[in-house]
């Protein structure tokens, strides 16, 4: 039974791998022109959403802490919207991950 598996098995001649491989190269340079630079380095678009996020969180939280370093009236009061702005992406970002999981 065995002999019987082996000779079920397809056999691929050049021709019909380097068609193959001429499509998948065509299909990623598609994916590549679809995302743009930006998906390039973020990914898809859900995971691009929770990326920026992260990143509004984390200057926005390094933006509260050098504000506070800073000791006048004004920059305290930039700590606290700095902080607001992360506390707000973290929201979206929470929000969007449960959404995205339902």
Do not use: C
């Amino acid at each position: 039974m065995a002999a019987d598996e082996s000779k079920n098995v397809i056999a691929l001649d050049k021709q019909e791998i380097a068609r193959l491989n001429a499509v998948h190269e065509h299909a990623a340079r598609e994916k590549a022109m679809e995302i743009g630079r930006v998906g390039y380095w973020l990914g898809s678009r859900d995971n691009a959403i929770i990326y920026i996020a992260a990143g509004v969180i984390l200057l926005g939280m390094i933006g509260a802490g050098v504000m506070v370093w800073i000791n006048t009236p004004a920059s305290n009061d930039m700590a606290k919207a700095f902080a607001a702005l992360a506390l707000s992406a973290l929201g979206y970002m929470f929000g969007s991950a449960r959404q995205s999981s339902s």
